[in-house]
């Protein structure tokens, strides 16, 4: 088995949760599915709620800001003028929820209405989320051995707590110490890590980040924190050069803690 071992230095495991705790296809065939499905009942059904209207605020404030974008979707604001009016406005929701997705755009305004649809089917027991078997054992002996452990997802917090809370492994949520997610910056920005080593109150090179997206390990390197790319059944192909500049982990537990 190859060992990578983690710098002394190193105080806190910081996780990407798509491609690295779980299976790509948990995602892309369970929960986005989910969302096209239910999206325009959940609207019809939550219209005249806070929550919601401020979900389609921020999905109106997106998609004014992605109006040059190639096939965008804007929506409307409301005028008020009844019944049609009200069904035109959900339909544009829909058609820009569905032309995100079908970029596998990661914005804040797309993700928070996602974790606010998937909260029904996780508390309801209708959804439970997969981690590859090798993760919990691995978090679990982490901590043992004193290490902090947060995520970092393009997913918002709430659906970050959803998929920990109900997974096929139970309620795992005690085992993680804290999340962030693109309200503290995209992951492909270096600035976002300064910001959670802040935030933690570590220096970014107490951190090591594992993530399945060389763009994101490439930006968070940038501000100095550790990475280890990680290669799983289903994730994106790496290229020679990315294979031989980034570590390489297939298993949580080829991570060598001198402490533990
Ligand atoms: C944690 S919520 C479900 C996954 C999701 O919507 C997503 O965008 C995951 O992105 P990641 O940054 O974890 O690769
Ligand atoms: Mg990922």
């Known amino acids: ?33 989910y969302i096209k499905e239910n999206v325009k009942e959940y609207l019809q059904t939550h219209w005249e709620e806070e929550e919601c209207q401020q979900d389609v605020s921020l999905l109106r404030k997106q998609a004014e800001e992605d109006a040059h974008l190639d096939g965008a979707v804007p929506i409307p604001a409301a005028s008020g003028n009844g019944v049609d009016d009200l069904q035109q406005m959900i339909q544009a929701v829909v058609d ?19 974790g606010h649809m998937w909260r029904a089917a996780f508390t309801a027991g209708c959804l439970k989320a997969e981690f590859f078997a090798d993760v919990v054992p691995a978090v679990r002996k982490w901590r043992e051995a004193g290490m902090k452990v947060y995520i970092y997802s393009s997913g918002s917090v709430e659906a970050q707590k959803l998929l920990f809370g109900h997974s096929t492994e139970g309620d795992i949520l005690e085992l993680v110490d804290g999340h962030f997610d693109t309200k503290i910056g995209h992951k492909v920005e270096s600035e976002s890590y300064r910001k959670i080593a802040d935030s933690i109150g570590c220096s970014t090179n107490n951190i090591l980040f594992l993530t399945d997206v060389t763009l994101e390990a490439s930006a968070a390197e940038e501000a100095d924190v550790h990475v280890a790319v990680v290669v799983r059944p289903g994730n994106a192909g790496l290229t020679d050069d990315e294979k031989t500049y980034y570590n390489l982990i297939t298993s949580f537990s080829e991570l060598y803690l001198p402490s533990a």
């Open 1 to 33: 088995m190859v060992v990578l071992s983690v710098p002394a230095e190193v105080t806190v495991i910081l996780l990407d949760i798509e491609g690295t705790t779980t299976p790509i296809a948990f995602v892309k065939d369970t929960l986005f599915p």
């Open 96 to 114: 820009n929820v569905y032309w995100q997705m079908s970029h596998d755009r990661k914005t804040t305004a797309l993700k928070q209405l996602q």
